[in-house]
């Protein structure tokens, strides 16, 4: 019932108690920063980019996201590095394309067999455009819905399912992964 706590916390910040905020900050740093570290290599920035995101959230106190907090911040978060990176011209002018990294970390499996797998299959997920990668990464490893998604990626429901879709027919093709 994570959820539900942070509803209450965000409503709690809501009427002025910073410590309701801490609270989140806690909760969700590291995610953010997981996140974070996909989008921009530059751990600086994100932590600089974290910390002015939670001032902002404090300082306007908006109602409530529609989706989810999670949702919400990795939005607020992508959208601040993508704004940040651009400054600096550390990316290129359009947001879609900002390299989405899959770590070899996520893939850690024991057999031989696996292994051998997770190689082909990181060499394949690297031949995916950087929207599906993104996709993928939030689907299966942060656990989000396609509306999730969506809000945080700017995009329609069924262009994400497409995205997602055709990222995974593509990997079938090239790795055999076990259909869904």
């Known amino acids: 019932m994570q959820a539900h706590s942070d509803d209450i916390l965000w409503d709690s910040f809501r ?8 609270v989140l900050f806690e909760r969700y740093y590291q995610i953010l920063f997981q996140y974070g570290i996909k989008v921009c290599r530059d751990t600086e920035l994100i932590n600089d980019s974290l910390q002015d995101l939670f001032i902002e959230i404090w300082q306007q106190r908006q109602p409530a996201p529609l989706l989810s907090i999670q ?16 400054k600096s011209q550390l990316t290129q002018s359009d947001p879609p394309d900002t390299p989405f990294e899959m770590s070899h970390e996520h893939f850690m499996i024991q057999s031989e067999q696996d292994n051998a797998n997770v ?5 394949q997920l690297n031949q995916l455009s ?3 990668r993104e996709i993928i990464f939030l689907r299966y490893y942060q656990r989000l819905s396609y509306r999730e998604i969506c809000e945080i990626m700017h995009i329609e429901y069924q262009v994400a399912r497409n995205q997602l ?7 079938r093709t090239l790795v055999k992964l076990p259909q869904y």
């Open 15 to 22: 009427q002025g108690n910073k410590n309701a905020l801490a």
């Open 71 to 86: 949702a919400y911040l990795i939005k607020a978060l992508r959208y601040k590095l993508i704004r940040a990176a651009k």
């Open 119 to 123: 190689k082909a299959l990181i060499q």
């Open 130 to 132: 950087p929207r599906q």
């Open 165 to 171: 879709s055709m990222a995974l027919k593509k990997l």
